[in-house]
């Protein structure tokens, strides 16, 4: 079946460790799309990629990275550096050309604590 | 960033009645789409009308787009409760594939 698969679905770190979440993706579309979306809130774009090995910042990239090394995934790292890192992660991907949907994985909660 | 603005925040109503939600947007777009959230879950694609549509119906769903008010409104009609969820409004502008998203909606649709 094609889509996009995010993992783990839950995460708990500690405070000031790194974690590394997986996006996965066997659609064969272009671009991929990280988001953030806390309790009751909207989506807040962390960092996408229209292409492999090329990235952009969202609207809140600070504190976090990514890697394009594969059309197919598209990792996302929270840093220590991220002050409230606790969350709902949200991974979506598109064709990359105009007027065509994104399809959304089905999230990971991540709790630092 | 450019980023949608849905009205109301939060909208009861109950099964079988319509639910209407709005949306306003900043600047020009070429494509505005909806989605659906159930709690806790990813979003799902329910509908995209393009810049040059005024109109656009997908079984229950209407939705409408009008760009000289920077403006769409979706209507659910004859809803049900497994309407109930959150609901988002994406524009898309010419500028490249950025997909950006206001804070929703939240529909409850109660027995």
């Known amino acids: 079946d094609g889509g996009i698969t995010q993992s783990p679905k839950y995460l708990f770190r500690k405070e000031g460790q790194n974690v590394t979440l997986s996006c996965e993706q066997n659609?064969?579309?272009?671009?991929m799309y990280w988001y953030r979306q806390d309790p009751g809130q909207g989506l807040r774009l962390i960092y996408y990629?229209?292409?492999?090995?090329?990235?952009q910042k969202g609207d809140i990239a600070e504190g976090y990275s990514v890697s394009r090394e594969k059309k197919e995934s598209f990792p996302l790292t929270v840093t220590s550096a991220q002050k409230n890192p606790t969350a709902f992660y949200l991974c979506?991907?598109?064709?990359?050309?105009?007027?065509?949907?994104?399809?959304f994985g089905q999230g990971t909660r991540l709790t630092v604590v | 960033s450019q980023q949608g603005e849905e009205d109301p925040q939060a909208l009861s109503i109950q099964e079988g009645e319509n639910a209407t939600m709005n949306c306003s947007y900043k600047t020009s777009i070429n494509n505005l789409q909806w989605y659906r959230q159930n709690s806790g879950r990813g979003l799902v694609h329910l509908i995209l009308i393009r810049s040059n549509e005024r109109e656009k119906h997908s079984g229950r769903l209407r939705v409408t787009l009008d760009t000289s008010k920077k403006s769409s409104s979706l209507l659910i009609t004859a809803s049900r409760a497994a309407d109930t969820a959150s609901y988002f409004c994406e524009g898309l502008t010419g500028g490249g594939n950025k997909l950006t998203f206001g804070t929703g909606t939240q529909l409850k649709v109660e027995l």
């Open positions: 990629s229209q292409i492999v090995n090329d990235f």
């Open positions: 659609l064969n579309h272009d671009a």
């Open positions: 979506a991907s598109s064709m990359g050309q105009m007027n065509t949907e994104a399809f």
